[in-house]
């Protein structure tokens, strides 16, 4: 009786793990890699003319500089063909100073839920992004310290 239910066990668990590879492969062809946007304006940080400023998106994983564009004469800025299933990092940067004004995000693409983020507001007033990530990190090493302790004790 014992043997029976490991053979069963044994047969679901195999079957299980066949159809996952499938399914993702499937997903993967469904869902297209490139047509993330983020979209918004910069007008409460820039200063007019704003043609000095430019908008850099930086993969918040990677931290690599994905693309860049000067705001237009309205002040607005907007990326498309994006990789979805990633976080961007939005950076108003000053080219005449050659310095860099604030960040906005991380916002996260993905298919179906969110591939686009068209109101994208920079403003500095609030606290910056890496900032956040930094506490967020901070908070979750002592959570991982303090567990690690447990365990061990």
Do not use: H
Request: hydrophobic fraction near 45%.
């Amino acid at each position: 009786m014992r043997f029976r239910r490991t053979l069963a066990a044994a047969v679901a668990g195999l079957m299980a793990l066949g159809t996952v590879p499938a399914m993702a492969q499937q997903a993967a062809q469904t869902t297209p890699a490139g047509n993330g946007v983020i979209a918004g304006r910069a007008t409460d940080e820039a200063k007019q003319p704003y043609s000095d400023y430019a908008v850099q998106l930086r993969d918040a994983a990677t931290g690599r500089v994905v693309t860049a564009q000067p705001l237009n004469a309205q002040g607005q800025f907007g990326f498309s063909g994006l990789e979805l299933s990633r976080r961007y990092l939005v950076e108003l940067f000053n080219t005449r100073e050659n310095k860099l004004v604030c960040t906005e995000g991380p916002y996260y693409l993905s298919s179906p839920t969110m591939v686009s983020k068209n109101d994208v507001n920079v403003d500095c007033g609030k606290a910056p992004a890496a900032l956040w990530l930094l506490v967020a990190g901070a908070g979750t090493a002592g959570a991982i310290a303090i567990v690690t302790r447990s365990v061990s004790q």
